[in-house]
């Protein structure tokens, strides 16, 4: 019942990471400026593949516990990624007298797209397909994300 809404997600991730890699070399020069940039860049990347690697995860048949330990491990390769992005967020916070709140927000925002793909592989590898709920739900959350790092990545950088 899933097979349509993975296959659409693997194809969808692969296109906008393909976006954000084109805004990384039209702007390159502009986003090595700020050391937050490339790492936020990095990390928008790395959610995207974490969509294209879960789903298709789930479209190889195998055991629910099996392909939990799949998304889990994936999705802790995306939490440290986004934890690095949140480091640097916070140091170039402090450096360019950005306001607080802006580190904080994006901290919370790259942890709220990868927790449901977690969520969800702890309670597929509990035997539950229900946990594909999560998954699709950490989809959605980054593809909203996703794309507007792109339009920080493509236009905001040039204000």
């Not at 390769?77 to 927000?105: D, H, M, N, T």
């Amino acid at each position: 019942m899933w097979t349509d809404f993975f296959v659409a997600a693997a194809g969808t991730s692969g296109a906008l990471a393909g976006l954000v890699f084109v805004a990384l070399s039209v702007n390159i020069a502009s986003i090595l400026r700020l050391p937050h940039l490339p790492a936020r860049a990095a990390a928008t990347i790395a959610t995207l593949i974490l969509i294209l690697v879960c789903s298709m995860a789930v479209l190889i048949p195998q055991p629910t516990p099996a392909l939990g330990i799949e998304i889990i491990a994936f999705s802790l390769y995306g939490c440290w990624l986004q934890l690095v992005s949140a480091r640097k967020g916070i140091a170039a916070r402090l450096q360019f007298q950005r306001p607080r709140w802006e580190s904080v927000l994006n901290a919370a925002v790259g942890q709220m797209q990868v927790l449901p793909f977690l969520t969800g592989g702890i309670i597929l590898l509990a035997g539950h397909s229900s946990g594909l709920y999560w998954v699709a739900a950490g989809c959605l959350a980054i593809f909203i994300f996703s794309v507007l790092n792109a339009w920080v990545l493509l236009v905001e950088i040039l204000r």
